[in-house]
């Protein structure tokens, strides 16, 4: 899965622990224990799953994970306005994910 710079520097040092998704046919059979391999340009970061949870909408989901596990250097009202800019009404509506990874070491 492809991730920002910002994003996937969090993850890879393990301060992001929830990435944020919309249900896409291809993500909603995800479960504990799967692998992601976060891409990054040239730089890679393997993690695995230890949760995955549905919301009806990002404002939800953040109200449930807690806006630090999802971007811990930003307040919730930024957070969600992000979230927005990258997935529109349509795609929110496909509900959303907050897959709950940990990294691995390679």
Do not use: W
């Not at 998704?21 to 230890?50: M, Q, S, W």
Request: proline share 5%; with cysteine; glycine share 6%.
């Amino acid at each position: 899965m492809s991730l920002y710079r910002t994003y996937f520097d969090m993850v890879a040092a393990g301060r992001k622990t929830v990435e944020v998704r919309v249900c896409y046919p291809k993500l909603r059979n995800l479960k504990a224990g799967d692998r992601i391999r976060f891409a990054c340009g040239a730089h890679e970061c393997l993690t695995r799953v230890k949760r995955v949870a549905c919301y009806a909408s990002f404002e939800e989901m953040l109200d449930t994970e807690g806006p630090a596990n999802v971007n811990p250097d930003s307040p919730r009202e930024e957070q969600l306005a992000n979230i927005r800019r990258i997935y529109g009404p349509e795609k929110e509506a496909l509900g959303v994910l907050a897959i709950e990874v940990e990294r691995v070491e390679q």
